[in-house]
C-alpha cells in the first residue's frame, strides 16, 4: 500500500497520466468501494451475532441477609450466629425453541449478509464495468471528433490560401471553415464527456480529484468472445431472495419461542434460627396470558412475504436472462458487418471522395457529406460496441459468470485491430 501511494504520489507530482488495464481497475474499484467494505462489515457483524446467539446465558447468584442489627431479638441468638439469610445460585435453562431459535435465526442472517456482500461485490463490478465501457466509449469518440477536426482544419486552410489568390472559390472557403467550428464543438463535447468519465473512474478507484487516469483494454481474442453457458451459476441477488426467506423463516421460530416454558434452577443455602439447610427451588414463566401469538402470525406472514418475493425474484431472473441472451444475440448480428472489410470502405469512401475534389469531379458539399457520413459510421459502430459490452457484462451477471475484464475486449470483428 505504502509503495502504491509513493507512486501515486510521484504521477501526480509529474502531472503524468495513471494508466491501469480493465481487469486492475476491478481489483482497485473493489478495493477502494465503501459500499463493499461496509457489507464485508456487516458480515462480521452478523457473525458476532451467531457467537452471541449460541452463548449460554451468565448464571445469577443473589445474596440476602434478614433481620440485620436485630437477629438476637428475633432468633435469641448473638452477634453473627443470629442472622438470617440465604445465598441462591440460579441458571435459565435454555430448551427447544428458546435455544434453536435465536441461533436459526442469527445463523439465516450470518448467511444473508454473506450473500448481500458477494452481492454487493458483483454490483459493484458491474457498476465498474459499466462505467469504463461509457469511458472506453467516450475516449473512441473523443478520438474520432479529433481527427475530424484536424482533416477539417486541413481542408479549410487550403481552401483559404486557395481563394486568398484567386483560385478557389470563398464561398467554399467559408464553408469548409463553418465545418470546421461545428468540428471543434463537437470534439470539445467530446473531451467534456471523457473528462467526467475520468473524474467518475478515477473516483471509484480511490484516486484523488483531478487525478488523470487512462484505461485500456485489449483486442478481443476467441476466449473472450465465448459466451457463458446457461446458468453458470445462481447469482449472488437470487441466493440472496433464497436467504432473505430463510431469515423470515428462522424468525417464526424465534417469535414461537416466547411461548414455551422457561426453566431456571435454583440452588443454595439458607440460614434460619441458627441452623444452615440446602435450598433447592425451581423458578418457570406461565405462558398464560401472552404466548406470543401475534408475534408469531406477523413472523408467518413476513415468511409468506418472502416466498412471494422469492417467486417473483426466480421469474424476474428467468424472463431477464432470456431477454439478454436474446439482446445480445441481435447486437452480435448487428455486429458481424463490423469486420476489416468495413473499416476500409468506411476510409475508403473519403479518401475517394477527396480525391475526386481535388480532381475538381465533385464538389466541397459532397466531400463534407462524405465526411459526415464516416463520423456518423465511426460513432455507431463506437455505440455498437458499447452496447454490446453492456449487454456482455449484464448476461455474465445473470448467468453468474465471471466479470472479468475481458468483457470489454474491443473490435471483435475487426482481424487487423483498431
Not at 7 to 20: C, E, K
Not at 25 to 49: C, F, I, K, N, T
Amino acid at each position: 500500500m505504502t509503495a502504491a501511494m509513493i507512486i501515486l504520489l510521484g504521477l501526480q507530482a509529474t502531472g503524468d497520466t495513471i494508466t491501469v488495464d480493465v481487469d486492475t481497475a476491478l481489483r482497485q474499484g473493489l478495493e477502494a468501494s465503501p459500499v463493499v467494505a461496509a457489507a464485508r462489515h456487516r458480515v462480521d457483524a452478523a457473525s458476532g451475532r451467531v457467537d452471541q446467539a449460541r452463548a449460554w446465558p451468565n448464571p445469577r447468584i443473589a445474596v440476602s441477609a434478614e433481620n440485620v442489627g436485630q437477629s438476637e431479638a428475633f432468633t435469641g441468638l448473638p452477634g453473627f450466629e443470629g442472622i438470617e439469610g440465604q445465598a441462591v445460585l440460579e441458571t435459565p435453562l435454555l430448551l427447544g425453541a428458546r435455544r434453536s431459535g435465536p441461533i436459526r435465526f442469527a445463523t439465516a442472517e450470518q448467511r444473508a449478509a454473506t450473500l448481500g456482500s458477494a452481492a454487493s461485490v458483483e454490483r459493484a463490478r458491474a457498476d465498474l464495468l459499466a462505467s469504463i465501457g461509457a469511458y472506453l466509449r467516450d475516449l473512441r469518440f473523443e478520438e474520432t471528433a479529433r481527427d475530424e477536426l484536424e482533416t477539417l482544419t486541413r481542408i479549410a486552410e487550403h481552401l483559404a490560401l486557395q481563394a486568398e489568390v484567386g483560385r478557389g472559390a470563398l464561398g467554399d472557403a467559408a464553408r469548409a471553415e463553418l465545418a470546421r467550428g461545428m468540428a471543434a464543438t463537437h470534439l470539445a463535447r467530446r473531451e467534456a464527456a471523457v473528462a467526467a468519465g475520468g473524474e467518475e473512474i478515477a473516483r471509484k478507484l480511490g484516486y484523488p480529484t483531478s487525478t488523470p487516469i487512462r484505461i485500456v483494454s485489449g483486442a478481443c481474442t476467441a476466449r473472450e468472445r465465448a459466451l457463458p453457458g446457461e446458468h453458470v451459476a445462481v447469482p449472488p441477488e437470487l441466493e440472496l431472495a433464497r436467504a432473505r426467506l430463510d431469515v423470515a423463516s428462522g424468525a417464526v421460530e424465534l417469535a414461537g419461542a416466547a411461548g414455551s416454558l422457561q426453566l431456571t434452577p435454583q440452588m443454595g443455602v439458607r440460614r434460619t434460627g441458627g441452623n444452615t439447610g440446602l435450598y433447592l427451588g425451581l423458578q418457570t414463566t406461565l405462558p398464560i396470558f401472552n404466548r406470543g401469538s401475534g408475534a408469531v402470525s406477523a413472523a408467518r406472514s413476513e415468511e409468506l412475504a418472502a416466498v412471494s418475493e422469492l417467486t417473483d425474484a426466480e421469474s424476474r431472473w428467468d424472463a431477464a436472462t432470456s431477454t439478454a441472451r436474446r439482446t445480445l444475440a441481435a447486437l452480435e448480428r448487428a455486429g458481424s458487418g463490423f469486420d476489416s472489410g468495413w473499416f476500409g470502405s468506411v476510409e475508403q469512401t473519403v479518401i475517394a471522395a477527396e480525391a475526386r475534389f481535388e480532381l475538381g469531379e465533385s464538389t466541397l458539399a459532397q466531400l463534407l457529406d462524405a465526411r459526415r457520413a464516416r463520423l456518423q459510421a465511426l460513432e455507431d459502430y463506437a455505440r455498437w460496441q458499447a452496447e454490446w459490452w453492456e449487454a456482455r457484462t449484464g448476461l455474465a451477471v445473470l448467468e453468474g459468470a465471471a466479470l472479468e475484464g475481458g468483457l470489454l475486449c474491443t473490435d471483435p470483428y475487426r482481424e487487423d485491430g483498431p
